[in-house]
């Protein structure tokens, strides 16, 4: 029987890097004005196909993980090591990686017009994320139906418009999804903070609709008062002090409550401008973290000594096979956020880098700090941690596939930059020389 397969020439692979090399030093200057126009949508729907292509690959891996991962116990831990190894690939937050391994699945197995879309440019990833988000509670069949309507609506339309098109559709085959996607929201209210720009900070609440729209019709009546009265602040300031008041119950300053700053002692008494550190926000200008010092009620002073040129936190040992009390205030302080690349996720566990039951100590050194979903992965079969390097606090992280990712923590205040420090060994080699 003849294949006509048989003689065919061997698929040539796709070598994404090279378009990396071909792309590195474009920039449209030997075009003219409508020729880069041209280009710049073209690179767009570039990014788009790259992005389709990203997500087929994703749903081929996660189908040979779940095939070949028989060591795990569980499909939660399945899933966990499958996010996580894409999570690392693109440069992303575990949490992130979750969304992009979940908008794949979506994308190639129920809506496969919408992925034709952002194959051909004619939609961004985001928006294909959108359209998977609003149908993530609906049936395959009815995901298929909301793609077949949807997709002669997609050209020019804009992220709202898309992301109300598809909910309008999903609503009308299955009200129930509605409801079921209410009351799995409102499991999930929280409150976050985010740094934002100028030492200022994004507290958001995330509540149910009727809780969210009292809150704030409560501040502005209040502020609305206040105004009516003769206060000279604007209605967003006074809301914003109010929203402070009253959680906090301080009318001016912090009060009762704990607030972490990590200084240089220079900074706190000498006045130099070296930028402090506030755990759960970031790094903040000096004299700013002075003001801090000096609005504050009371103020106590803890030492962290660092190692001399290098800035590194001082290790400090422990006999226990945990990390606490000060080992683990020490640890946190030198970690700041989640040790996994590109996870920004806050600190929940510390724990060992190299595992205890191949040899790893209960030290600063050996410590590192995680957040829940990244310890939770590490322990699973085929992903490893080791302390490279003690100076520096060098840790490599190897995936189940064999690639290897290394971990630093950040700069303490005070630390020279790591460009002081190249500069420092080549006098050094210099002076040898």
């Known amino acids: 029987m003849f294949d006509p397969s048989a003689d065919a020439p061997p698929r040539k692979p796709v070598d994404p890097a090279a378009w990396i090399g071909s792309l590195a030093d474009h920039d449209g200057h030997d075009l003219n004005d409508s020729e880069r126009i041209d280009q710049i949508s073209e690179l767009e729907r570039l990014k788009a196909a790259a992005a389709a292509a990203q997500a087929r690959i994703t749903e081929v891996f996660d189908a040979s993980q779940r095939r070949t991962a028989p060591s795990l116990k569980t499909t939660g831990e399945v899933v966990r090591s499958i996010t996580a190894q894409v999570a690392l690939a693109r440069r992303e937050s575990p949490s992130r990686g979750q969304q992009h391994v979940g908008v794949a699945l979506g994308l190639v197995r129920d809506l496969p017009q919408t992925l034709e879309a952002l194959t051909h440019g004619r939609i961004s990833e985001w928006r294909a994320t959108l359209i998977v988000r609003e149908t993530a509670t609906l049936t395959p069949e009815d995901r298929l139906q909301v793609d077949a309507e949807l997709a002669p609506e997609l050209d020019g339309a804009g992220d709202r418009r898309v992301a109300d098109l598809a909910r309008r559709i999903a609503y009308r085959l299955d009200p129930g999804a509605a409801l079921r996607r209410s009351q799995k929201a409102e499991t999930d209210r929280r409150v976050t903070i985010r740094p934002a720009p100028d030492t200022m900070s994004n507290v958001t609440g995330l509540l149910p609709v009727a809780q969210g729209v009292a809150v704030y019709a409560a501040l502005r009546q209040h502020a609305k008062t206040l105004r009516a009265q003769g206060d000279a602040r604007t209605l967003s300031q006074i809301m914003a002090d109010t929203f402070f008041t009253r959680l906090t119950g301080q009318e001016q300053g912090v009060g009762g409550v704990e607030i972490q700053l990590v200084m240089d002692e220079r900074t706190l008494l000498r006045g130099d401008h070296e930028p402090a550190y506030a755990p759960g926000y970031g790094t903040i200008p000096a004299s700013l973290a002075r003001r801090i010092v000096r609005k504050a009620d009371r103020t106590w002073i803890r030492r962290l000594y660092t190692a001399p040129g290098s800035g590194e ?44 039951h191949r040899g790893g100590e209960t030290t600063a050194a050996n410590g590192q700090g995680l957040c829940e979903a990244c310890n939770y992965t590490e322990e699973a079969p085929g992903w490893r941690a080791d302390l490279v390097r003690s100076a520096g606090h060098l840790v490599e992280i190897t995936t189940p596939t064999g690639h290897r990712y290394g971990s630093r923590p950040p700069r303490q205040p005070g630390d020279p930059p790591a460009i002081a420090l190249e500069e420092r060994l080549r006098r050094m080699l210099d002076d040898v020389a």
């Open 313 to 356: 936190l001082v290790a400090m040992d422990s006999r226990r096979r945990t990390f606490r009390g000060k080992l683990r205030d020490l640890t946190v302080l030198r970690d700041q956020t989640c040790r996994t690349p590109w996870c920004d996720a806050p600190i929940a566990h510390v724990d060992h880098a190299r595992s205890t």
